[in-house]
């Protein structure tokens, strides 16, 4: 059992910077490919990128790509999110997940997710 816990959501302009954090529980944290996703009013969740539980791989929307960077920290049981020339388009609510195996763009192949934080881009 893993849970999921991010924060570090907020409001920001258009070209600023935001950290998001994702806290896990669990001692197998390490074991789990994990992925950032976010999600408009209406629209389906997205994988904005994910990790190998190496932390070697990683999948980056093409949307974020060079804007966003993922990293995670197994001692600390903490992945990362570092969100930056943020934009409008960027306002969602993003979810922190895991699952084990490979990265994958499916949200339905991930077991565990986080509530989800506010990220708030104004032009």
């Known amino acids: 059992q893993v849970q999921l816990v991010e924060s570090g959501g907020g409001l920001v302009q258009a070209g600023g910077s935001l950290r998001l954090s994702c806290a896990a529980s669990g001692r197998t944290f390490s074991s789990y490919a994990m992925g950032w996703f976010r999600q408009d009013p209406g629209k389906e969740r997205e994988l904005v990128v994910g990790?190998?539980?190496?932390?070697?791989?990683?999948r980056y929307a093409d949307s974020v790509k060079g804007r966003f960077t993922i990293s995670r920290d197994n001692a600390k049981n903490t992945v990362y999110l570092q969100m930056n020339s943020l934009k409008p388009e960027d306002t969602a609510v993003y979810y922190c997940a895991a699952r084990r195996g490979l990265v994958s763009v499916s949200s339905t192949l991930y077991e565990y997710w986080g509530q989800g934080t506010q990220v708030t881009v104004s032009s």
């Open positions: 990790i190998s539980w190496t932390g070697s791989t990683t």
